[in-house]
């Protein structure tokens, strides 16, 4: 069992940048795939970012270059740096996790994961 725990939500200008970090518990923090997702209001959730368990990142076209996914698998903690934010990503980020004994492997979809933490609101204005 695994419980996930976001921080670093608020409101920012565009262009401005966030750091979310996602605590987990659990001692096996470290044989888990982490993943990112948002979801705007009326919009379905959205995959943002994965990491593998060894490090191993992959982001969605709409983040590429802007967010920057990592881990640390000694305080099981998995971060998104957001830089350049834009008002289309305004959304509650969720963070998501998944067993895995595959050290490369990242998840995209958001029916492969078995965690979810709470969510955490991110807001930028114009």
């Known amino acids: 069992q695994v419980q996930l725990v976001e921080s670093g939500g608020g409101l920012v200008q565009a262009g401005g940048s966030l750091r979310l970090s996602c605590a987990a518990s659990g001692r096996t923090f470290s044989s888990y795939g982490m993943g990112w997702f948002r979801q705007a209001p009326g919009k379905v959730r959205e995959f943002v970012a994965a990491i593998s368990w060894s490090g191993t990142t992959r982001y969605a076209d709409s983040v590429k270059g802007r967010f920057t996914n990592s881990r640390d698998n000694a305080e099981n903690t998995v971060y998104l740096q957001m830089n350049s934010l834009k008002p289309d990503d305004t959304a509650v980020y969720f963070c998501?996790?998944?067993?895995?004994?595959?050290?490369?492997?990242?998840?995209?979809?958001?029916?492969?994961?078995?965690?979810w933490g709470q969510g955490t609101q991110v807001t930028v204005s114009s």
């Open positions: 998501a996790a998944r067993g895995t004994l595959s050290s490369g492997s990242y998840y995209l979809g958001s029916s492969e994961y078995s965690y």
